[in-house]
């Protein structure tokens, strides 16, 4: 009745290693620049202007034509767009309006809550999505794939802003089971100065590092609400990846010879099909855990989280473009890094890809 | 009913109709064997209805204030929901938010697919150097974080319904275009196309009449998958101020206005998520399960 | 002696127009030698080697009336029972080595997984065991093949590692399910005189799966003919070419054959009520 599904072969490419990276990188610089002409063109159809941003509405004539200058506005477009490319390797990526200061030197200060947040999610993401992902791939159809299926779908379908403020409602509110908004209650806070060194900008590192453990216990016990909030996101889509690579693993033949084999189903299941599955589910992961970078948007602003999310909706709010593009440009740049990363790592786990 | 049926179940359609309709008809039944596809339609079906006969169904004006009743728990006589801040029934508010979320989801859903089915056909028919251009420029919007990207052309365009819209179709294309590019490159070299090449068809008529209707399935399935993010972006730029603006009943806005008394007033913020969260979970369950019957590729039997 | 015995096996999977029957009553008796079971593709000659080994997944079931071998009743084995039958005392052959052998593993590795996980030998064992069953199919250079994955090996060498995999802890009975099907023209009798050579030195029963009448015919003792789930024909290899039943006839005369006559090849007759 059935003979053997005919997938395609896998090709043999033969390019080396080296080559395959070379070109990925190529083409990351160039989806790079194009990312960069992307936030030129919104800063300079903004109808903000930049010189009445920094001098005020009172400044002189002569003083507008001085900055215009200095600031390069009078130069033809390509020329500024060159310029600011060449700003942008230089690590400068202008001055915020709100505070004067670099915009990268504030982002370095407020990324490394992001990247704590985001890695706490995906790896909730990861440790509850995988099992749950296999847990419906081999029983498919059954009510617990129903329901895996559904708890998946409800991540995919659930405001993120509304489930932290729910979250929120329930767990601080109601239960007092966690922390509220911030990194810290505030008595630690005022605390954190004095008897932390700031590190890695990470507090749980940071105050692990210093050896402050009740200071640990009320980070964690902030942390890990909008944690768990973006590591259910990320749960819902790797879970859904995980059965539907698994599944198709499932049905393969080499399943069949370790089942002939004698191995148990634990076996055929967790080593047989979950190797090969980890090939694409790297690449999920990777992209999971940069749509947590996007999540943490909105997140940060329920939960006053002093993260890069909540640095670019703040200074939306009161029209700071240079401080929002900077920090997309910043968001673009760790998005192509992730990808390129994954990339890579696709290439060292799939044997046939060399 | 049972000759209908007979003629239906036939195994030698006599006419294309039947065919088609033996088709449309197993599919169905494919379909309604998912209880929770079948969910995800009638909660999509409802939305319609609710937004169609929403003057009718709201007990109360979305709009007009009422002080003396305002922030009235949920189940006040009158008030199933309660009342906002402004004393506002937040039943008629949810209700006529349904108007909106349709209409941007709709508006969202003929640009975004039709321009990447456009750009992804294009490059995929012509290849070469079309081709690497037009995928160059996917991958860099693909590049961006879409709710961050959206946010940028809002702030950018100024705040608003369409601005959102705009900017929403604008992060959402290249998906489509990737689907679309995919589907006509298995198409371009079958011998139906080099036939009717040969009887001497353009280009265009090539690709609008021969090649995009072979995209379509692939696109419709992605779009309705795709309702439920369109709805939450949407939802998100309100929360932030920066789409549907005040007074109109925008969920996200709604959420955005109850925060301040979330510990208080818990209902002014739960409400309309709920609808969000019912919503897009009825276009996920539907999409889903069009999926499953649809496309052979994931069926997995 | 009889080693398996099948009676009125039924495979059945379930689908949204109705229960579609791939094998619908099958009986035969297996001693050790050489079985061969012949059809086209759909005749449920692949679903009766896998309902042996009870590897038919939801949503095909399995029935029998009875399923013996070597006195163990396997349609009432629970599935501990099953895996220690698997693979040290009934192994299966499949077609394609691209598909059948993981491909992100080395080969080593799959080689003495069995030995490692179910027999539990020492890692030097193990090792030793596999390179000698790599040996005894005629691998040259068995280190380098340990080492290899599975899509860096030819189709021939693929399917002798297969076979090598499968003949490690000496089963009673091998099914093999059209081994040489998806290999150069070239390769084939190498590998079948090599999986014939050994289920000879061995003494192992053979249930060999193809499409190919005559292949079956020198390589077997006996041949079932299947057609749309059912035996029509079981004869002697011997006696094959007096084959009575018109469908074997059938699969006889659609094959080329050097020096015959050079008319058009009969298409297959297909009679509908040969498969009631």
């Known amino acids: ?85 060449r700003d942008v390797f230089h690590g400068d990526l202008g001055l915020s309006i709100r505070t004067r200061d670099p915009i990268l030197s504030e982002i370095g200060r407020y990324f490394p809550a992001t990247l704590e947040l985001s890695t706490l999610g995906i790896i909730i993401g990861i440790f509850i999505g995988i099992p749950a992902g296999v847990l419906g791939a081999t029983k498919p159809g059954s009510w617990r794939d129903q329901i895996v299926r559904l708890i998946g779908l409800m991540g995919y379908s659930m405001p993120v802003f509304w489930l932290g403020l729910m979250g929120l409602l329930l767990f601080y509110g109601h239960l007092g089971w966690v922390g509220g908004p911030g990194r810290l209650d505030s008595m630690y806070e005022m605390m954190l100065d004095m008897k932390v060194k ?28 909008p944690a768990s909030i973006l590591g259910y996101l990320s749960m819902a889509y790797i879970s859904r990846m995980t059965r539907s690579f698994m599944m198709n693993e499932l049905g393969q033949e080499y399943i069949t010879t370790a089942r002939v084999k004698g191995m148990p189903e634990r076996r055929v299941i967790w080593v047989h099909a979950m190797r090969n599955v980890a090939v694409p589910l790297i690449t999920v992961i990777a992209l999971s855990y940069a749509n947590l970078l996007e ?43 992730i990808n390129m990363f994954s990339d890579f790592l696709y290439r060292l786990a799939d044997p046939r890809a060399k | 009913m049972t000759t209908l049926n007979t003629w239906l179940m036939d195994p030698n359609p006599k006419s294309r109709l039947q065919s088609r309709a033996a088709q449309t008809w197993l599919t169905w039944l494919r379909f309604r064997r998912n209880p929770l596809a079948m969910i995800g339609l009638i909660i999509s079906l409802a939305l319609i209805f609710m937004s169609i006969f929403a003057p009718l169904l709201a007990p109360y004006d979305p709009i007009a204030q009422s002080l003396a009743d305002r922030l009235q728990p949920p189940l006040t ?45 294009v490059s995929g028919y012509f290849g070469g150097w079309v081709d690497s251009v037009l995928m160059r420029i996917t991958d860099i919007f693909l590049a961006f974080p879409k709710l961050i990207l959206a946010l940028a052309l809002v702030a950018v365009l ?60 692939s696109v419709i399935i992605r779009v309705t998958l795709d309702m439920a993010g369109v709805i939450l972006t949407a939802a998100g730029l309100g929360f932030l101020g920066l789409g549907v603006q005040p007074p109109l009943p925008e969920w996200g806005l709604m959420i955005s206005a109850g925060r301040k008394f979330l510990f208080e007033q818990w209902w002014v913020a739960t409400m309309p998520g709920l609808a969000i969260f019912i919503v897009s979970l009825g276009f996920n369950l539907l999409g889903d399960g069009l999926r499953d019957v649809l496309d052979p590729r994931s069926a997995g039997k | ?82 895996r220690a039958l698997r693979g040290r005392r009934i192994a299966m052959v499949m077609q394609d080595p691209k598909f059948s052998l993981n491909p992100v593993m080395k080969v080593g590795s799959q080689l003495m997984e069995g030995l490692r996980q179910r027999d539990h030998a020492s890692r030097s064992e193990a090792r030793a065991k596999a390179l000698s069953a790599l040996e005894a199919v005629q691998i040259r250079d068995p280190e380098r093949v340990m080492d290899a994955y599975p899509h860096e090996l030819s189709g021939g060498m693929g399917q002798r590692v297969m076979i090598a995999m499968m003949l490690i802890p000496d089963p009673d009975l091998l099914i093999a399910d059209e081994p ?97």
Not at chain 3, 39 to 64: C, D, F, H, Q, Y
């Open chain 1, 1 to 85: 009745m059935a003979e053997l599904s005919d997938t395609p072969a896998q090709p043999h490419a033969a390019v080396s290693f080296l080559k395959q990276t070379a070109n990925t990188v190529c083409s990351l610089l160039i989806t790079f620049l194009g990312l960069l002409a992307v936030t030129f063109i919104i800063a300079r159809i903004v109808p903000v202007d930049p010189v009445t941003a920094i001098l005020g509405e009172r400044a002189t004539g002569e003083q507008i034509a001085t900055l215009r200058t200095k600031l390069g506005l009078d130069d033809p477009l390509w020329q500024q767009f060159l310029i600011y490319i």
């Open chain 1, 198 to 225: 700031p590190v890695t900008h990470m507090i749980l590192i940071d105050t692990a590092l210093a050896g402050e453990w009740d200071m640990f216990r009320n980070a964690l016990s902030h942390i890990i609400l």
């Open chain 1, 295 to 337: 999540g943490a948007v909105l997140t940060e602003t329920i939960f006053a989280w002093p993260g890069l999310g909540r640095y670019i909706t703040d200074a939306l709010l009161i029209n700071d473009m240079p401080a929002v593009l900077g920090g997309t440009i910043v968001v673009g740049a760790v998005y192509i890094g």
């Open chain 2, 77 to 121: 006589p009158g008030h199933w929901m309660g009342t906002d801040d402004f004393g506002r029934d937040i039943w008629s508010r949810i209700l006529f938010g349904s108007r909106i979320t349709l209409y941007i989801v709709l508006l969202v859903i003929i640009t975004a697919p039709v321009f990447g089915l456009i750009v992804g056909t």
């Open chain 2, 158 to 217: 100024g705040p608003g319904m369409v601005n959102a819209v705009l900017a929403i179709a604008l992060t959402s294309w290249p998906p489509y275009a990737r689907v679309a590019r995919a589907e006509t490159l298995t198409v371009r070299n079958s011998d139906y196309i080099a036939a009717t090449r040969l009887q001497g068809a353009s280009a265009t008529r090539l690709i609008w009449g021969h090649i995009m209707p072979m995209c379509l399935p």
């Open chain 3, 1 to 82: 002696m009889t080693l398996l015995s099948v009676k009125n096996l039924r495979v059945t999977f379930d689908t949204e127009t109705g229960p579609v029957e791939a094998v619908r009553g099958v009986s035969f008796d297996l001693n050790r030698e050489r079985l061969g079971i012949v059809g086209e593709s759909g005749s449920g000659k692949t679903m009766t080697g896998r309902a042996v080994l009870r590897l038919i997944r939801p949503p095909g079931r399995i029935e029998a009336d009875s399923m013996t071998f070597d006195g163990q009743d396997l349609m009432k084995a629970s599935e501990p029972q099953l």
């Open chain 3, 180 to 276: 040489t099907s998806a290999l150069d023209v070239t390769v084939q009798a190498e590998v079948l005189s090599i999986l014939d050579n050994l289920v000879k030195t061995r003494g192992m029963g053979l249930i060999f799966i193809s499409h190919d009448l005559r292949l079956v015919a020198r390589f077997c003792d006996r041949v079932l003919v299947m057609y749309k789930g059912k035996i029509v024909e079981e004869l002697a290899a011997k006696d094959l070419l007096h084959a009575k039943h018109p469908y074997t006839q059938g699969l006889l005369n659609c094959l080329p054959r050097i020096g015959g006559s050079r008319e058009a090849l009969p298409a297959l007759d297909r009679t509908a009520s040969w498969a009631r």
